[in-house]
Each structure stands twice: as C-alpha cells, then as structure tokens.
C-alpha cells in the first residue's frame, strides 16, 4: 500500500519553463490537496479538489493550475515557472471533508526555479 | 485573517526532559484542530482534536484543546532522540470548504 506518491521528487527549472508535478493515491480518498512549504511559513494550501472532474483554489493559487481527471491522480501545474515558486510541494490526500478524516501526505517534491 | 501561531519556534532538549509545545489560532467557524509530526519528508498524523477539555494520548504524547482561549498544546514526556522532528499545528475551518490553515512549526531537536 503506497498511500501518496509524488513524482518527481527533484527537479530544477529556469524561469519561464513549465512543468506538472504528479501525485497518485491508491487509497480511493475523494478529497486531495497541493501545498507549499516554505522556511518560517508553513504549509500553504494552493488548490485542492473534493472529487474527480472538481477543483478549488485555496490560499495561494496564483501561478498555478491543477486538474483532476481521475479520482486517483492531481496534477500540479507551473505555466511559466518563476524563482518565487521555488519551495518543497506536498500532496495529500483525505477520505472526505468530513470531521475525523486526517489529511495523508506524500513525501514531497522539491523544486528550485533559477 | 485566519492565522495559526506556534511556540517556540525551536527547542532543544536533553534525553528524558519533558516538552511542551503550543498552538493558537484564529480561524473562522473552527472545525478542527491536528497535529503532525514531520521528519525528513511527509508530515504524519498525531492527533485531531475537535472537543474542548479531552485529552487525546499516545505513548509518552499527548494533547488537549481549549476552544475559549484558542490554543492546544502538544506535550512530549521522556523525550528520545526519535523525537526529533518539526511538529505541525493545523487547523481547519469551513470558511473556505475544507481550507486548512497550518502554524510554521516547532523544531525539535533532543539530545542524547
């Protein structure tokens, strides 16, 4: 039992390049979230989604877009990568919004905008 | 604003002393409150708390919430080495459904 994945673990970009981070769970959760983490700040929700085919901005959306075609997969997008977006990106995921029902984390990907 | 404040930022401690960390929020229409234990990667589950006054235990953790003066508190008892980690308040609110506001974390380190 995987539990969350991300791929890539690494990667670095140049400014102006794109990329999609991708997170997989195989625990059939509804609800899965994109966070930033951030020296002194914290986790940052960016958008999360309450099931497939539904996305939602959270606190820190611009700059990115997510997308959720099937109920396992949320992909994390960067159109034109800028050096602010460098952080470490978390995905989780939860059964549903209901109370009881933690968040599950992935083990995060690390990103570096030049 | 909702916001969530931890303290103390880091703590060091020796093998066997006894640690406790806080947490104090405002968010709005509070749901919930968690804590997390983060390592070297992903942020593993503690506690949720949703009650006033309950403690929740785990071996030497434990964790109470007090929903008047907004703000849990995390003790560790006989800390080991193991304990080390960044441990992280968060809590949920329905203003924005199923946001979840998280504190910037308490360092841990405890020394042999």
């Known amino acids: 039992n995987a539990g969350v994945t991300q791929t890539p673990k690494f990667r670095v970009l140049k400014t102006g390049q794109s990329m999609t981070l991708l997170c997989a769970q195989d625990?059939?959760?509804?609800?899965m979230y994109w966070y930033r983490q951030d020296p002194g700040m914290g986790l940052r929700l960016i958008h999360y989604?309450?099931?497939?085919?539904?996305?939602a901005k959270g606190e820190v959306p611009d700059g990115y877009n997510v997308s959720r075609l099937k109920k396992q997969n949320f992909l994390l997008g960067l159109e034109s990568a800028a050096p602010s977006q460098t952080s470490v990106y978390f995905c989780?995921?939860?059964?549903?919004?209901?109370?009881?029902?933690?968040?599950?984390f992935g083990d995060g990907t690390r990103l570096s905008i030049l | 604003e909702d916001k969530v404040v931890q303290s103390p930022l880091s703590l060091v401690v020796h093998e066997g002393d006894t640690v406790t960390l806080n947490c104090s929020y405002e968010?709005?229409?509070?749901?919930?409150l968690l804590w997390y234990k983060q390592e070297k990667k992903a942020p593993t589950f503690l506690f949720m708390l949703?009650?006033?006054?309950i403690e929740k235990k785990s071996g030497r953790l434990s964790s109470i919430l007090d929903k008047k003066e907004l703000f849990s508190i995390l003790n560790i008892t006989a800390t080991q080495t193991g304990d080390s980690a960044v441990y992280l308040c968060?809590?949920?609110?329905?203003?924005?459904?199923?946001?979840?506001?998280f504190g910037a974390g308490t360092r841990l380190t405890v020394k042999p």
């Open positions: 989780a995921s939860s059964q549903d919004g209901s109370i009881n029902q933690p968040q599950h």
């Open positions: 625990m059939n959760h509804e609800y």
């Open positions: 989604s309450v099931g497939e085919g539904t996305t």
């Open positions: 968010v709005t229409n509070f749901r919930s």
């Open positions: 949703t009650s006033s006054g």
């Open positions: 968060a809590v949920e609110g329905t203003y924005n459904n199923n946001d979840m506001r």
